[in-house]
């Protein structure tokens, strides 16, 4: 019987790799203490905790809490817009759909976090309403994109405003979502359908 091979040692990951690697895990346990405490409620140190590393992890990779929350707004947005990207290849209409059933899927710490961010924001102001603006702007640079698409591939009326009816579907979709977050009857998947048909309405040429 021959010699059996002897498995190949796994790879050991790069110094890139683990920084990189790190960095995700304090990224998800932001957004999973977010959703639960408010950005006013996190600590740094809870946020290293949380990710199985040192209390001051944070605070070596990012210098300060402000900047840390900035990073954790931007990785947010840049979800988003990965997420809206993967919807549907083509533009138009049922890109449009495609991203108004992802918002209203279920609840995600993602979601609760964006919704917790954009409340304090209001209020607090600072650098959270800055990054928050941004990523409101984002989404509604989105929609209207589609809404213009729609128009030009025929889909859509013609004399609708694509940055207006973008505010009104992001307004729409937020609204919702803050509800569900106030009380657990208001179900976003069971509210799904009535949502998007009155979106179809709405557009359909």
Known sequence: MPPRTPAPSPRR??????????EQRLLDSAVELIGRKGVSGLT????????????GLVSHHYGSREAFIRVVAQS???R??????QTHPAPGFEALIANVELYLSGSSPISRAVNVMLTEAIVGGGSLLEDMRSFT??????????????IERGEMRKDLDPEAQAVMIL????G??????????????????????????????
């Open 13 to 22: 990951r790069t110094q890139t790799e683990r920084k990189q690697d790190a």
């Open 44 to 55: 740094l140190s809870e946020v290293g905790e949380m990710a199985g590393y040192s209390r």
């Open 76 to 78: 947010l947005r840049q």
């Open 80 to 85: 988003f817009i990965d997420a809206e990207q």
């Open 137 to 150: 702007a984002t989404s509604r640079k989105y929609f209207a994109h589609q809404i213009r698409a729609g």
């Open 171 to 174: 307004g729409m979709l937020r």
């Open 176 to 205: 919702v979502a803050a509800q569900a977050l106030l009380d657990d009857k208001v179900q976003k998947t069971k509210l799904r359908a009535e949502i998007v048909a009155t979106i179809r309405r709405m557009l359909a040429a």
